[in-house]
């Protein structure tokens, strides 16, 4: 199993001080904690994708590309790549240019994001958001498997014998996990393709991401590309530690209670009741982890939240030791003795790239 970090590259001032971080040292923060993860053994480093303030992160293939000259072992993602307003020929193109500076350290994560002017922005229509994130990713998936591509959709201009540069590394394209909370429709087209479903699980009841992800499965099975327990998962999660659960919760109050997406709204006691945010100890953390398989069967990545609401560095630093020492070896070996022996590993290049060569010599006999 994966364990991970994401970003959404918030610029938030910090409470406690009234002190607001500059774009630059918010990006360059961005960069020591995808570090720090390397260093704190995580797999997973992934940033989001906005065009707006607050946040800082419009170009994440820039970012990575400059992480991955600067790690050796982590794994490159995305926390949503905007599949709507993106156009797929660039993204095949910057993905696959990532690929081969990365050594395959690739992968990404498709979604529609939560920020609606960037519609128009980008010349599109909020209105047409799924048929977008449906028809772009169908001309996406092609132009990496086929060298030579026609086509003709709806909103973007024909292709004529149009071939993407780079090509995929090795001709394995970056696995790709399709990101939402609440859209079934996306929860089908991974299923679709046999992609990997990963549902963010920060603001929303366990049920509603049982029956996303349950969906998923279910649809995945459909498609005939393994049993429903076999589906790619992923998910996000949302936690603030110290030794004595006391003080995790006095210190990240006032980040909770002034925090733009949760100010104003459920008081943390109950934001911690109703949906996965765990602010306590270490073994809370486990504990409640260990509690995400129970409602959506085994699963293949978790990617924790930890660096928003204007936490400062140090203290962002602080949670990757901890989780590096103390809570990611304990998930580790819990997940792993509960996992059946059927029950894929999450994908990576080296595992697709096996799976391709495996394929074609079994093609060839």
Do not use: C
């Not at 970012?63 to 794994?75: D, H, N, Q, S």
């Not at 599109?124 to 003709?152: F, K, M, S, T």
């Not at 699980?201 to 590309?225: A, D, N």
């Not at 928003?308 to 989780?323: F, N, S």
Request: no cysteine.
């Amino acid at each position: 199993m994966q364990f991970g970090v994401f970003t959404v590259g918030d610029v938030t001032p910090d409470p406690t001080t009234g002190r607001t971080p500059s774009e630059a040292e918010r990006i360059q923060a961005m960069v020591a904690i995808a570090e720090k993860a390397e260093e704190a053994g995580l797999d997973v480093f992934a940033t989001g994708e906005h065009h707006n303030p607050p946040f800082v992160p419009s170009s994440p293939t820039t970012m990575l590309g400059y992480v991955a000259a600067r790690t050796r072992r982590l794994i490159l993602s995305t926390s949503t790549t905007l599949i709507t307003t993106n156009d797929p020929v660039k993204i095949a193109e910057d993905f696959a240019m990532l690929q081969h500076l990365a050594g395959g350290r690739v992968d990404l994560m498709l979604g529609r994001g939560n920020q609606g002017p960037v519609y128009p922005w980008f010349g599109q229509d909020i209105r047409q958001g799924i048929p977008l994130a449906i028809e772009n990713y169908h001309l996406l998936y092609r132009l990496w498997r086929e060298d030579v591509v026609d086509w003709e959709g709806k909103f973007r201009t024909p292709l004529q014998g149009f071939t993407s540069t780079p090509r995929p590394l090795e001709g394995v394209p970056p696995f790709v996990w399709h990101g939402s909370i609440r859209s079934p429709e996306i929860a089908e087209q991974a299923a679709y393709y046999g992609d990997g479903f990963f549902h963010n699980h920060i603001f929303w009841p366990p049920e509603h991401t049982r029956r996303m992800v349950g969906l998923y499965r279910q649809r995945f099975e459909h498609y005939g590309h393994g049993r429903a327990d076999q589906a790619i998962v992923g998910l996000g999660g949302q936690v603030f530690m110290r030794a004595r659960s006391q003080d995790a919760i006095q210190e990240f109050r006032p980040y909770f209670d002034d925090a733009p997406v949760y100010g104003g709204g459920p008081s943390l006691e109950d934001f911690m009741r109703e949906t996965p945010l765990t602010v306590g100890s270490p073994q809370q953390v486990i504990d409640r982890t260990l509690t995400f398989r129970d409602y959506v069967g085994d699963y293949q990545r978790q990617l924790f939240l930890i660096d928003h609401a204007g936490l400062p560095l140090k203290t962002v630093l602080e949670q990757l030791d901890i989780l590096g020492e103390e809570v990611v070896p304990v998930l580790r070996s819990e997940f792993a003795a509960r996992k059946p022996a059927h029950v894929p590993e999450a994908p990576t290049h080296a595992s697709l790239a096996r799976a391709q060569q495996q394929n074609t010599e079994g093609s060839t006999e």
